[in-house]
């Protein structure tokens, strides 16, 4: 259903700390043009931790609208409140997203039976496909296999966006929940070895910066082109660290400043990079062509 570079937006934000609407529809043409396989707006690499209600909600409309269909729009519907994930699920729904994207609840610290029954809530309230996003670096709570396994029998989870180092889980996902189960990546530096495991793609924060590369790669693995495929794994290797060296999507904005597509503005409590990981992104921007 999905599959390839699906990038993880950054939220533009402009001089005066707004939502940079303009900004957010050139960077969505700009990532169509680039070759990117699917758009996920309103997920972590988004901001939503300090985006309102409305501007969630707003920013998902738009992006299906301008998108028209062009490549699939996975939206970014969660929260740790199972009734506000509940209802920007049921919003992305209406605004004609393709499927939504809903996060493990972050800082409650649920149970495994609490993480299965706020899925199934959002499942059982809406019409949509739902794939599960495991970030347990940023959620403490990791879904395990066992739960996810569970919860692949209900009809509308179709997938995982799975952000865990480790690369032995796609492996037994892909065994014990077959090949229609649709395995995404959400670890940069690990995307190769994620494909081999039995995965399909990879939401992906390089992507926000090098969208042609990152499509590249993945068409490459797809064509079993494995030469193209090693020169763009390794090509994108320093892209990967650098821009997790501080807070995401800290790094990530920044190198998008540079490129002249948004405003290095972003909101409190994150803050733009150092000087010294500017210097190094720089650099990598410049090897890679990008500036």
Not at 100 to 125: C, M, R
Not at 254 to 271: D, H, I, S, T
Request: one cysteine or more; proline letters at 5%; aromatic letters at 6%.
């Amino acid at each position: 259903m999905f599959f390839g570079s699906i990038v993880a937006m950054i939220t533009p934000f402009d001089t005066a700390g707004e939502v940079d609407t303009s900004a957010f529809d050139r960077l969505i043409e700009w990532h169509i043009e680039q070759g990117t396989h699917g758009l996920v707006p309103c997920g972590t690499t988004g901001e939503t931790p300090v985006l309102s209600d409305e501007e969630h909600m707003e920013l998902i409309t738009r992006c299906v609208k301008t998108v028209a269909g062009r490549i699939p729009v996975i939206a970014g519907t969660g929260s740790n409140r199972t009734v506000t994930a509940v209802r920007f699920a049921q919003h992305a729904q209406e605004a004609g997203a393709d499927a939504i994207l809903t996060v493990v609840p972050y800082y409650n610290k649920p149970s495994q039976e609490g993480i299965y029954q706020h899925f199934k809530a959002i499942h059982d309230a809406t019409d949509i496909p739902i794939i599960i996003y495991n970030v347990p670096g940023r959620t403490v709570a990791n879904i395990e296999v066992d739960t996810l396994c569970r919860l692949a029998e209900l009809p509308r989870i179709v997938g995982i966006k799975d952000a865990s180092p480790d690369l032995y889980r796609p492996l037994e996902m892909r065994v014990r929940l077959g090949e229609e189960f649709c395995l995404l990546s959400g670890e940069d530096g690990t995307i190769a070895a994620y494909l081999a495991q039995g995965g399909e793609g990879c939401i992906s924060v390089t992507a926000n910066i090098a969208p042609k590369l990152c499509a590249e790669l993945h068409n490459a693995w797809r064509d079993r082109d494995f030469t193209t495929f090693e020169a763009r794994r390794n090509q994108l290797m320093k892209m990967h660290e650098l821009l997790f060296v501080e807070t995401s999507p800290a790094p990530a904005k920044y190198a998008a400043f540079k490129m002249g597509q948004v405003e290095n503005v972003l909101r409190l409590p994150l803050l733009p990079v150092t000087d010294s990981l500017a210097r190094k992104l720089d650099a990598e921007l410049e090897k890679l062509g990008l500036i």
